[in-house]
C-alpha cells in the first residue's frame, strides 16, 4: 500500500472511534517538543517526508488499537517478508466468543476508510477492488506422527465436560481418594466390601471421603441381603424401594429357607462404572489434563490423545500459539523406562515442549536422563523446554506460566515489524498491558487464542 496513503487511512480510522496508539504517542511527542503549539501533524507529516527520502524507511509501519478486552493491530505490506498484503489481526486473552465478530468489524472499517483515502486521492481514477483472506488455519503440530484420537475425554465428546464428570475428575485429583476407590473395587471383586467398612467404622475422615466419592458418582449405595447361616449375598439392592418390595413378599432364602425380610441386610457401596473407566487404565489423568487445558484458553480442536496404556501412562500433545506442547503423564512414579519412552514420542513428534505429569514420584535417574537430554537438544540450537510436575495439583498453575511466556514469545514476534516505530516491544507491551489490566478474581487464561486464534488472520490481497 502507497506510503502516501496510509497516515490518511489512520485519520480515517480515528474519526470511526478506532485511535491508533503508535500514531498517537507520537503525536502527543511532538506537542511537547512544541511546547504546546498546534502543529503536531506539521512535524508529522515533515518527518514522514524525511523518512522516506533520506532513511528510506516507511514512517507509518502500522498500529495496534486498544480496547478494553483485546486490542486490535494493522500491519503494512512490506514490513513483514512472512505476510503478503495488508495485514489485520486481534489479540484477546483466554476463550473470547465475539473474537472473530471484532475482527471482522475491524476489517470492514479498513475498508471503508481506506476506499475512501483512494477516492480522494485517485481524482477519479479506478479503484482496485478490496477483498480479504482469512489466514492459513493453525493445525496441530505434531499430531501426524502422534496416531492420536482427537478425544481425550473418557466420559464426554463435548468440550464442556458435564458437571457430573468434572466434579469425579476433581476428587481424583486427591491421592486418598484413589486409594480408597481402589480399595472399594477390590473389596467389591471378592465381596469383602462389608469386612472393609467395618474395618473403617470409626475413621471420621474415610467415612466422609466415602460419602464425598458417592456424591460425586464415583461409588453407588447399594444394599446386600446375605443369609444369616451361610453368610453368603442373595440379592443387591439399588434402593430402600426395592428393599420394601422385596421384604414385603413372600420370598425365602434359597440357601436356609427363612423369610427374606428376616435375614441380614446391610448398606454397602459400590464402583460405579464410571469410576472403573477412569481408574481401570489411568484416563482420569488425560481426561482431568484436558479440562485443565480448556481452561487456560487451549481451543478443543488443538487436543489431542494417544491411547492410553494398561499400567496408567497415556501422551496428550496440545498446540499452543503453534507450539507444540507433548504431555506424559503417569498415574503413578515415573521411572528411568517411562522417561525414555517419553523421549523417544518427544522426538516422533518434534516437540519443542516435554511435559511429564506424575501422581508419584518422578525417579531420580530418571529425572536426570530428561534433563540430560533437554541440554542436549539446547546445544544442538533446538528450543526444547522439559517441566516436571509431581502431582496434579500444581499442573494447572506450572501450565499457565509456561503458555504464558509462549504466548508472549510468540505475540512478541508477530508484532515486531512495529517495533522500530513505538522504540520497544509492542508485542511484549500488549502481553504485559493484559496482565496487569486482568481482574483479580478472573482466572489468568492467557493460552493459544492470545495469539493464535484470529492474529493476523486476514490479509488483502
Not at 110 to 135: H, K, N, P
Not at 178 to 198: C, N
Not at 336 to 348: C, D, S
Not at 428 to 440: C, I, V
Request: aromatic content about 4%; overall charge negative.
Amino acid at each position: 500500500m502507497e506510503e502516501a496513503l496510509r497516515l490518511p487511512l489512520l485519520e480515517r480510522l480515528q474519526e470511526r472511534g478506532l485511535s491508533p496508539l503508535i500514531r498517537s504517542v507520537r503525536l502527543h511527542c511532538y506537542e511537547t517538543a512544541l511546547l504546546g503549539q498546534d502543529r503536531a501533524q506539521e512535524m508529522e507529516q515533515a518527518l514522514a517526508a524525511w523518512a522516506a527520502a533520506e532513511d528510506d524507511s516507511q514512517y507509518v509501519r502500522g498500529d495496534i488499537f486498544c480496547f478494553e478486552e483485546f486490542a486490535l493491530f494493522l500491519i503494512f505490506d512490506g514490513e513483514d517478508e512472512r505476510r503478503e498484503g495488508l495485514c489485520a489481526g486481534i489479540v484477546y486473552e483466554g476463550e473470547r466468543s465475539e473474537a472473530r465478530k471484532e475482527l471482522n468489524a475491524f476489517c470492514r472499517n479498513v475498508s471503508e476508510a481506506l476506499t475512501l483515502v483512494r477516492e480522494r486521492s485517485a481524482a477519479g481514477q479506478a479503484l482496485e477492488t478490496i477483498e480479504w483472506r482469512a489466514g492459513s488455519p493453525e493445525e496441530l503440530p505434531g499430531a501426524a506422527s502422534f496416531g492420536v484420537e482427537r478425544e481425550v475425554d473418557a466420559t464426554s465428546g463435548r468440550s464442556e465436560m458435564p458437571l457430573e464428570a468434572a466434579r469425579a475428575l476433581e476428587a481424583l485429583e486427591e491421592t486418598g481418594a484413589r486409594r480408597l476407590l481402589r480399595r472399594v473395587r477390590e473389596a467389591h471383586a471378592d465381596g469383602s466390601v462389608a469386612a472393609l467398612l467395618s474395618s473403617l467404622k470409626g475413621k471420621t475422615e474415610t467415612e466422609a471421603l466415602l460419602r464425598r466419592l458417592a456424591e460425586r458418582g464415583l461409588l453407588r449405595r447399594e444394599l446386600v441381603i446375605s443369609c444369616r447361616k451361610l453368610e453368603r449375598a442373595l440379592f443387591r439392592l439399588p434402593s430402600p424401594d426395592a428393599l420394601a418390595a422385596i421384604t414385603a413378599s413372600s420370598i425365602i432364602c434359597s440357601e436356609c429357607g427363612a423369610d427374606i425380610a428376616d435375614e441380614k441386610i446391610e448398606e454397602l457401596f459400590a464402583p460405579t462404572s464410571m469410576a472403573a473407566t477412569l481408574l481401570e487404565d489411568g484416563s482420569w489423568l488425560a481426561s482431568r489434563l484436558r479440562s485443565t487445558l480448556l481452561r487456560l484458553g487451549v481451543p478443543e480442536e488443538h487436543i489431542a490423545a494417544g491411547p492410553i496404556a494398561g499400567d496408567g501412562e497415556a501422551y496428550v500433545i496440545a498446540g499452543v500459539c503453534r507450539e507444540p506442547f507433548l504431555f506424559a503423564l503417569k498415574d503413578g512414579d515415573v521411572t528411568l523406562a517411562q522417561a525414555r519412552h517419553a523421549l523417544a514420542k518427544q522426538n516422533e513428534t518434534e516437540a519443542t515442549h516435554l511435559v511429564v505429569v506424575a501422581t508419584g514420584k518422578i525417579h531420580e535417574d530418571a529425572r536426570a536422563r530428561l534433563r540430560e537430554q533437554a541440554r542436549r537438544r539446547s546445544r544442538s540450537d533446538s528450543l526444547v523446554e522439559l517441566l516436571l510436575i509431581e502431582g496434579v495439583e500444581t499442573a494447572a498453575s506450572e501450565l499457565e506460566q509456561a503458555f504464558e511466556r509462549v504466548s508472549n514469545r510468540v505475540l512478541a514476534d508477530e508484532l515486531s515489524s512495529l517495533d522500530a516505530s513505538l522504540g520497544l516491544s509492542v508485542g511484549q507491551m500488549l502481553a504485559t498491558r493484559f496482565r496487569l489490566m486482568r481482574r483479580p478474581a478472573a482466572v489468568k487464561d492467557l493460552g493459544a487464542s492470545a495469539v493464535g486464534a484470529l492474529a493476523a488472520s486476514l490479509n488483502e490481497f
